[in-house]
């Protein structure tokens, strides 16, 4: 079945300190979504990516889409305190389908 | 707007009990939703509904059923709670396939 895999699961940093999570999959993609969830809230949804090598910016967040369409980043610079919860890519395998696969997630703690 | 609406809150079953997770949107949204997300698990598509009148299963659709009862309502039952099932239940919808999702509250669910 599609593997999800997401990295780092935790993530630790200083305040002002800059953070990236990996989405890799073991399949082309034909989209991929980028989700926040807040400690005890549900996932929001943050960024959609499309085409291959796309790179698309929100604020001092950057999500790029890679060449191949089988890996995505999320970076986020200078990191602050309300940017902590964790981080869900969810990959869509099949255009047009309704089956968006989460990947495990990445957990950013900011440390003031 | 309310969103995505989902009762109860929370709730506690003794093994072999049955209930039912409603779920209701306000945003005139096809398709909807249920997953479950358990720690360190990500969330993982029990069963969507592209349209009204149609329902699919997802990735762990075992020990659930679901009924689309309107373009508004989608509702989980579980016909006998296993521990296996305490999970935190979140339902979502969209306005159509590779679209993004939002998402209710959740559920949290204890099976004793």
């Known amino acids: 079945g599609q593997q999800v895999m997401q990295i780092p699961q935790y993530q630790h940093v200083q305040e002002g300190e800059d953070f990236t999570t990996y989405c890799n999959s073991s399949?082309?993609?034909?989209?991929i979504q980028w989700y926040k969830q807040r400690p005890g809230g549900h996932p929001v949804f943050l960024i959609q990516l499309v085409k291959s090598g796309e790179v698309k910016k929100q604020k001092r967040l950057t999500f790029q889409f890679g060449e191949a369409k089988k890996n995505s980043s999320l970076h986020i610079t200078a990191t602050q305190t309300t940017d902590v919860g964790t981080y869900f890519c969810a990959e869509d395998t099949t255009s047009g389908t309704y089956k968006y696969i989460f990947g495990t997630g990445t957990r950013l703690k900011v440390l003031a | 707007n309310a969103g995505v609406t989902q009762t109860p809150k929370f709730q506690v079953l003794k093994t072999g009990q049955s209930m039912t997770l409603q779920c209701a949107q306000d945003m005139n949204h096809n398709s909807m939703y249920w997953y479950r997300q358990d720690p360190g698990m990500g969330l993982r598509l029990i069963y969507y509904?592209?349209?009204?009148?149609?329902?699919d299963k997802g990735e762990v659709p075992n020990g659930y059923n679901v009924s689309r009862l309107n373009k508004r309502e989608f509702s989980l039952r579980l016909e006998s709670a296993a521990p296996s099932q305490t999970s935190v239940y979140f339902c979502?919808?969209?306005?159509?396939?590779?679209?993004?999702?939002?998402f209710g509250s959740g559920t949290q669910l204890s099976v004793l």
């Open positions: 509904s592209a349209s009204e009148g149609t329902t």
């Open positions: 979502a919808s969209s306005e159509a396939a590779e679209t993004k999702l939002f």
């Open positions: 399949t082309t993609l034909s989209n």
